[in-house]
T-cell receptor, first 116, second 116 residues
Framework: DTAVSQTPKYLVTQMGNDKSIKCEQNLGHDTMYWYKQDSKKFLKIMFSYNNKELIINETVPNRFSPKSPDKAHLNLHINSLELGDSAVYFC???????????????FGPGTRLTVL | AQKITQTQPGMFVQEKEAVTLDCTYDTSDQSYGLFWYKQPSSGEMIFLIYQGSYDEQNATEGRYSLNFQKARKSANLVISASQLGDSAMYFCAMREGSSGTYKYIFGTGTRLKVLA
């Protein structure tokens, strides 16, 4: 009964490769996000999608391309990986307005990406 | 300018004592939300507490309370009766925008160490 799941949990790859991280939520939320957490633990939003539509794209290189096939899934594809892409990537989801007041985000467990 | 400022990179507290983690924010929105998350060494992001900008009472959740001072734009987290398991990174976050286009901005975090 995992709420927000990500695969893989760890990803080790060489510079220049292309890789994908998958995210799924079973909470029925409308909005999903990708965050990057660097080695100093700074958490920065990369993208958000609402009902499969891109809402936020925060000055992220074009090598990063999110894809949302349906509102329960938000995948992140990264082309031509660079050393600086090494980080933990978190997927999150949140409801839009409705009966829930908080609209807090539910986070996935994170994917630790290491680029060699 | 930083929208969320956490001025304490690290804090120590003795077990069973209370500790306050500081957070100040900057927004021109009238409606916004403030959140605290805990990130233990295992890496997951755990939602702790929420305060809405229109809430007149300070939020409380068990041993967590949020000291909300709107005029000063501060939203400090108070943890009472600290436990060893409270040792973790703590992030303050602010939600801006409107339903469907929410954006969450995180502070740089405070690393809390509870001493036995």
């Amino acid at each position: 009964d995992t709420a927000v799941s990500q695969t893989p949990k760890y990803l080790v790859t060489q510079m220049g490769n292309d890789k994908s991280i998958k995210c799924e939520q079973n909470l029925g939320h409308d909005t999903m996000y990708w965050y990057k957490q660097d080695s100093k633990k700074f958490l920065k939003i990369m993208f958000s999608y609402n009902n499969k539509e891109l809402i936020i794209n925060e000055t992220v290189p074009n090598r990063f391309s999110p894809k949302s096939p349906d509102k329960a899934h938000l995948n992140l594809h990264i082309n031509s990986l660079e050393l600086g892409d090494s980080a933990v990537y978190f997927c999150a989801s949140s409801p839009t307005s409705g009966s829930l007041t908080y609209n807090e985000q539910f986070f996935g467990p994170g994917t630790r990406l290491t680029v060699l | 300018a930083q929208k969320i400022t956490q001025t304490q990179p690290g804090m120590f507290v003795q077990e069973k004592e209370a500790v306050t983690l500081d957070c100040t924010y900057d927004t021109s929105d009238q409606s916004y939300g403030l959140f605290w998350y805990k990130q233990p060494s295992s890496g997951e992001m755990i939602f702790l507490i929420y305060q809405g900008s229109y809430d007149e009472q300070n939020a409380t959740e068990g041993r967590y309370s949020l000291n909300f001072q709107k005029a000063r734009k501060s939203a400090n987290l108070v943890i009472s009766a600290s436990q060893l398991g409270d040792s973790a990174m703590y992030f303050c976050a602010m939600r801006e925008g409107s339903s469907g286009t929410y954006k969450y901005i995180f502070g740089t975090g405070t690393r809390l160490k509870v001493l036995a």
